[in-house]
């Protein structure tokens, strides 16, 4: 098989997966589709060295793990701009999430960058600790201490009425 029909069959197989966890890290429909189409290039320039295909998802979820965290250090994206209008849009419906945890999913994504990182590689990719450490490049001990941390973090921040 060639390389271009490899990447396409992998894509199409995995994409909608991709695009889920994508949105999982940054919260947002546009941003998702952005770092994924970021993350999707850049394993294709590196598709001839990824030797063990079945390792392929890990070194995706690293490449978006590292691109979003990247981009949060970036100076532009702080910067402000001023306009006389404010642009009227359409509301985002996401398809990844059927209401069951609208309100889980509006408290995780107050945790800091970090913690949700470990949050959806843990509960919502369904990773083990060691998976999740090695995607976030981190000892298994803090993922351990980071979960257990935002996993409390949660509890305080759901009101009664949402358990």
């Known amino acids: 098989m060639d390389r271009d029909t490899d990447f396409t069959a992998y894509l199409e197989a995995r994409q909608a997966r991709l695009l889920r966890t994508a949105y999982l890290l ?18 294709y320039l590196a598709w001839d060295r990824v030797r063990d295909r079945g390792s392929v998802d890990a070194y995706v979820r690293r490449i978006m793990v ?40 509006a408290v995780v994504q107050t945790l800091p960058r970090k ?25 298994v001990g803090t993922v351990k201490s980071q979960c257990s941390r935002a996993l409390a973090t949660l509890r305080d921040r759901i009101g009664e009425e949402e358990r």
């Open 26 to 43: 940054t919260g947002d429909q546009h941003q998702a589709e952005d770092l994924l189409q970021t993350s999707l290039a850049k394993l």
């Open 66 to 105: 590292n691109e979003n965290n990247s981009l949060w250090r970036r100076g532009w994206r702080r910067r402000e701009t001023a306009t006389d209008t404010v642009p009227e849009t359409a509301p985002v419906h996401d398809r990844y999430d059927e209401g069951t945890g609208s309100a889980v999913w």
């Open 115 to 139: 913690a949700r990182a470990v949050v959806v590689l843990r509960y919502y990719e369904q990773l083990s600790e060691a998976e999740t450490a090695d995607v976030l490049g981190i000892s």
